[in-house]
């Protein structure tokens, strides 16, 4: 017997001070050592998605480590790697993960171009490295960890050119090169 998931995904809608509606858009999933799943391959997500499988293929474990990443149930803050890391692998757990924690999800997310655009606005063109963005977590970990490529240095920049800093305030904002030590 075999079952398929599908979902359409929406944009989320959370409205801002200045009454526009961030979106970012779910382009990719991988999910790995979560229940019966030990890698799923990176699962590319367009606007209707199916999982199709056999029973225990790991369909229904795949939207649930998804859901980890932002549940809406208020228990569901960890993966709990006790009962939900495959238990065939669970002894050598320590020695596979280099006494780190496993990761669970790794999202890849799209920045729509008002969102660059007005991230552009606040730091500068440029500050902005891609219009991707990468949300994973781990067991025991509660809060998820996101990636955004950023030009730190660059936004700086034009922070400080933005904002007319004197000198002084240049000097104290801007990080310290690291002095190399001579070798005798």
């Given at each position: 017997?075999?079952?398929?998931?599908?979902?359409?995904?929406?944009?989320?809608r959370?409205?801002?001070?200045?009454?526009?509606?961030?979106?970012?858009?779910?382009?990719?999933?991988?999910?790995?050592?979560?229940?019966?799943?030990?890698?799923?391959?990176?699962v590319?997500?367009?606007?209707?998605?199916?999982?199709?499988?056999?029973?225990?293929a790991g369909?229904?474990a795949?939207?649930?480590?998804?859901?980890?990443l932002?549940?809406?149930?208020?228990?569901?803050?960890?993966?709990?790697?006790?009962?939900?890391?495959p238990?065939?692998?669970?002894?050598?757990?320590?020695?596979?993960h280099?006494?780190?924690?496993?990761?669970?999800?790794?999202?890849?997310?799209?920045?729509?171009?008002?969102?660059v655009?007005?991230?552009?606005?606040?730091?500068?063109a440029?500050?902005?490295?891609?219009?991707?963005?990468?949300?994973?977590?781990?067991?025991?970990?509660?809060?998820?960890?996101?990636?955004?490529?950023?030009?730190?240095?660059?936004a700086?920049e034009?922070?400080?050119?933005?904002?007319?800093?004197?000198?002084?305030?240049?000097?104290?904002?801007?990080?310290r090169?690291?002095?190399?030590?001579?070798?005798?």
């Amino acid at each position: 017997m075999m079952f398929m998931f599908c979902t359409s995904l929406r944009k989320g809608r959370r409205i801002e001070d200045d009454g526009k509606v961030p979106t970012l858009k779910l382009i990719k999933a991988h999910a790995t050592n979560y229940r019966n799943i030990m890698d799923s391959d990176p699962v590319d997500i367009g606007q209707t998605t199916c999982l199709v499988g056999k029973n225990e293929a790991g369909k229904s474990a795949f939207l649930r480590a998804l859901e980890g990443l932002r549940s809406t149930d208020p228990e569901f803050t960890q993966y709990g790697k006790i009962t939900n890391y495959p238990r065939r692998n669970f002894a050598e757990y320590e020695t596979t993960h280099n006494n780190a924690e496993a990761r669970v999800i790794m999202t890849v997310w799209k920045l729509e171009p008002a969102d660059v655009k007005a991230l552009e606005v606040e730091f500068g063109a440029g500050a902005l490295t891609s219009e991707t963005i990468t949300v994973e977590k781990t067991y025991e970990q509660t809060n998820s960890s996101w990636t955004v490529p950023f030009d730190g240095a660059g936004a700086l920049e034009n922070l400080i050119a933005r904002h007319a800093l004197t000198a002084d305030e240049q000097s104290s904002a801007r990080p310290r090169p690291r002095r190399r030590r001579r070798r005798r």
